[in-house]
């Protein structure tokens, strides 16, 4: 949660830290703000989004080389001005940004407030910079060794930025368990929570670890890890373009990153799926192909939109390569002391790769001898570096807060592995292995037809945008499609949507049904089919308003439901990645009909840093 920018170096401050707030703003839009070093410290902060910040500073002294800036998503305190960042200390000489929560912030604060201290926001941030200010006062030390002492003590996930306007060229930095990148130029450094406020400026990046202390000035990067000994800095050159973070003519982010599908699922297969030979070439699982093909057990842990791409995966993995698959809410595995056997298999799957939930099971199921394996999107990020092997989706930015390319990017990686495990194991003979390696190189242009015309989703969406509950329906492959469904209505359109097993439905769910429900059905050509047609007529029988997702020229669902969208026909292991677009783009749709900010739907972020 939260976005973090800081700049030094010769350039104005203000400028490139408002830009990188922007492009940073998918991680937190409750309120923002800036502290800028000029002899001065100034803070600046507002309630709102970016934009209004902006509009907030017109006039101001908005001087300076140095500067810190965050856009917040909300833990301690409300959103307001008050308690939005930077936050300044009781002297006014320090300024700090922070990302994550500080859990003993309590305790520290009553401390504080018994000598005296006063604060001015509810937040676990201000009480934290008070502390490290204390520590530099008592102790006469410098404010690097106030942090290093004020961070053995707390407990919690931190990205701090902090500024002394004693020190007007030198930004301190610290993390654990919320990420940091240090963008390298020619006597400047940049700082953010991500590489996209970086990458217009420099492609040379350092990725913090976490326990690690940074001193940024213009020309010097030092690296210390907590007990004050010296890292060398690695350098990473960053396979980003600028243009993949800008809008390129779309209304929005996201319809641009489900426009993006094609290419996005294309770069995910290219080098890997090698139809022609027969193979699927995929280092991190080559590389420990006996772990994984011995494998007693997975588990799939995730959260979210990737905790369904784990559910649609566990029947591909169970039926291809006979492996019993666990798939658990990363939130919940790591409090319920799950069993962890010496060689199972994790899998973790995450768009940002610094899920903070995911990170802690995997810390856990590593220290129990699991072997971990992460399927992520950001290159470099945490969950990349804790894991032993892992795959990336190769999906580029996503900067619409709703998944949507990420989502079938590591549907098509763990699809590949499933592939790749399941004939090298011999439970998934050499004819079907390579029909499925067809269907899913056919995947790229199947999505493409879809997004050729989208008129009759939009035409669908604009009907139902008054819904006030939906219901999503799905079987086998399709079940965990119709939860997705149902979880992109609920963000995007904040209409009450549930998502069902289809037979299930009788056993609760269709109380709701009447002729004021839409119940949308993921029904494609499967295994499935004859049965889902009945559920569909149960549905019918109590005058529901059936829309469903169907294969191609399937005219018996289009007899029974008031709307179709329709998807190319393709294998059913294959068909969540086609029968998800629809879904996507109804929801998309459905905000856009209800003057919605779809990009950033309320209180929401994108990378989801504390518990």
Not at 208 to 229: H, M, Q, S, T
Request: hydrophobic content about 40%; proline content about 4%; overall charge negative.
């Amino acid at each position: 949660m939260c976005g973090i920018v800081g700049y030094t170096g010769p350039r104005q401050a203000y400028p490139v830290i408002l830009k990188g707030l922007k492009r940073l703003e998918y991680r937190g839009y409750d309120s923002a703000g800036v502290a800028l070093l000029n002899g001065n410290l100034n803070v600046y902060k507002k309630k709102g989004k970016v934009a209004e910040l902006e509009e907030e500073v017109v006039g101001k002294n908005l001087e300076g080389h140095i500067g810190i800036g965050h856009t917040r998503w909300a833990t301690h305190g409300e959103p307001n001005d008050r308690n939005a960042h930077p936050h300044m200390s009781q002297s006014g000489d320090l300024a700090m940004i922070h990302n994550g929560i500080i859990e003993n912030y309590a305790q520290i604060k009553q401390e504080l407030v018994a000598k005296g201290y006063t604060f001015k926001s509810d937040t676990d941030t201000e009480v934290l910079l008070n502390f490290i200010e204390d520590i530099k006062k008592n102790n006469e030390c410098t404010l690097e060794e106030a942090l290093r002492i004020a961070l053995k003590r707390i407990v919690g996930a931190y990205c701090i930025l902090l500024i002394d306007k004693a020190d007007p060229e030198t930004i301190i930095a610290a993390r654990k368990g919320s990420p940091l990148v240090i963008g390298i130029g020619k006597g400047e450094h940049f700082l953010a929570s991500d590489a996209s406020p970086i990458i217009e400026y420099t492609k040379e990046v350092v990725y913090v670890n976490d326990y690690e202390i940074a001193i940024v000035r213009p020309g010097e990067l030092i690296l210390k890890n907590i007990g004050n000994e010296k890292q060398t800095p690695f350098i990473t050159k960053l396979d980003m373009e600028l243009a993949k973070i800008e809008k390129g003519g779309y209304e929005h982010f996201m319809l641009k990153e489900i426009h993006e599908q094609p290419e996005t699922i294309y770069d995910c297969l290219r080098g890997r799926l090698q139809v022609e030979k027969g193979e699927i070439k995929m280092g991190g699982v080559e590389n420990h192909l006996e772990a994984l093909v011995n494998a007693q057990r997975i588990v799939m842990v995730a959260c979210g939109t990737s905790w369904h791409a784990g559910l649609i995966a566990e029947y591909v993995f169970e039926e291809l390569c006979r492996i019993p698959v666990e798939v658990e809410y990363a939130s919940e595995f790591r409090y319920r002391n799950p069993v962890v056997n010496k060689g199972d298999v994790i899998i973790a799957i995450s768009q940002s790769g610094e899920t903070a939930d995911t990170l802690v099971a995997l810390e856990k199921a590593k220290e129990q001898g699991a072997f971990i394996f992460g399927v992520v999107n950001v290159v470099g990020s945490s969950i990349a570096r804790i894991s032993h092997a892992g795959a990336y989706t190769h999906a580029g930015p996503e900067i619409g807060v709703a998944s949507t390319k990420a989502f079938t990017g590591q549907l098509a990686v763990l699809m590949m592995m499933a592939l790749k495990i399941g004939y090298a194991k011999g439970t998934l003979g050499k004819d079907r292995y390579m029909q499925l390696m067809t269907d899913l190189e056919a995947v790229p242009e199947k999505v493409k037809t879809i997004l050729e015309d989208t008129s009759n989703i939009e035409r669908i969406a604009k009907k139902f945008k008054d819904a006030t509950d939906f219901l999503y329906l799905g079987r086998g492959y399709n079940f965990p499609v119709a939860l997705e469904g149902a979880l992109k209505l609920k963000e995007i359109s904040y209409i009450h949507a549930e998502g069902y097993p289809a037979a299930e439905m009788k056993h609760g769910p269709i109380a709701l049904v009447d002729d004021k429900l839409p119940v949308v059905f993921v029904a494609t050509k499967d295994s499935y089919y004859e049965k889902i047609i009945s559920n569909v007529q149960e549905i019918k029988a109590r005058k529901g308003r059936v829309v469903a997702v169907a294969s191609e020229g399937d005219k018996v669902i289009t007899e029974f439901s008031e709307d179709v969208m329709f998807v190319p026909d393709t294998d059913e292991v294959i068909a969540p990645l086609l029968s998800v677009v629809p879904l996507q783009l109804l929801s998309y749709y459905v905000g856009v009909a209800k003057g919605l900010d779809v990009d950033k739907p309320r209180n929401l972020a994108k990378s989801v840093t504390v518990e």
